[in-house]
Antibody, heavy 121, light 113 residues
Framework: EVQLLESGGGLVQPGGALRLSCAASGFAFSTYAMTWVRQAPGRGLEWVSSISTGGDNTYYADSVKGRFTISRDNFKNTLYLQMNSLRAEDTAVYYCAKYGNSAGNGYFDYWGQGTLVSVSS | DIVMTQSPDSLAVSLGERATITCKSS????????????LAWYQQKPGQPPKLLIS???TRESGVPDRFSGSGSGTDFTLTISSLQAEDVALYYCQQYYLTPWTFGLGTKVEIK
């Protein structure tokens, strides 16, 4: 059974930093691209960042480029999102998700339960 | 960025009746080299993460009831629930994966009339 378990969310002041983790199990983690998608309270879904299987290719939404860094550890089956210079508008539930096929097509077939990031003074 | 426009924002349908959601993209999602439409549909219930229902515009995921179907090509797509059940009350999102940044529609809320 595929499982994705996010952690690391919490309350942080504007300008602060957080590191999210997503522990994956139940599939061959190293053979799938992975992604982070966020959802602000009461709002829709926003793609944040994606990473290739080996971690050598990364992609970011313009809204987070230069502030967030996605990475992965294929030995630990874990995905990360380092978030720096956080802003109030980054407040959201952050989901990690698995790409739906090993070709890297950008639909997501498994999602974690999400971790809430709140940016407020 | 490709803009995904869903309609309606919400709809109320009687149990057993048909629900239809449309999704329009600002750019074609049909890739000529493989003749595939790069569009997915998700269902999200309150307090839960999204669940993939359909990929490639019309390919239902394993375990998804066959009352859910996707159709359309190019820029115009439809998600149909042929006979609405109580457990189908949810938000539904379309998403394009033709070009990064991957973008979602704003969602359609489906309720029971």
């Amino acid at each position: 059974e595929v499982q994705l378990l996010e952690s690391g969310g919490g309350l942080v002041q504007p300008g602060g930093a957080l590191r999210l983790s997503c522990a994956a199990s139940g599939f061959a983690f190293s053979t799938y691209a992975m992604t982070w998608v966020r959802q602000a309270p009461g709002r829709g879904l926003e793609w944040v960042s994606s990473i290739s299987t080996g971690g050598d290719n990364t992609y970011y939404a313009d809204s987070v480029k230069g502030r967030f860094t996605i990475s992965r550890d294929n030995f630990k089956n874990t995905l990360y999102l380092q978030m720096n210079s956080l802003r109030a508008e980054d407040t959201a539930v952050y989901y990690c998700a698995k790409y739906g096929n090993s070709a890297g097509n950008g639909y997501f077939d498994y999602w974690g339960q999400g971790t809430l990031v709140s940016v407020s003074s | 960025d490709i803009v995904m426009t869903q309609s309606p924002d919400s709809l109320a349908v009687s149990l057993g009746e048909r629900a239809t959601i449309t999704c329009k993209s600002s750019l074609t999602l049909l890739y000529s080299s493989d003749n595939k439409n790069y569009l997915a549909w998700y269902q999200q219930k309150p307090g839960q993460p999204p669940k993939l229902l359909i990929s490639w515009a019309s390919t239902r995921e394993s375990g998804v009831p066959d009352r859910f179907s996707g159709s359309g090509s190019g820029t115009d797509f439809t998600l149909t629930i042929s006979s609405l059940q109580a457990e189908d009350v949810a938000l539904y999102y379309c998403q394009q994966y033709y070009l990064t940044p991957w973008t979602f529609g704003l969602g359609t809320k489906v309720e029971i009339k």
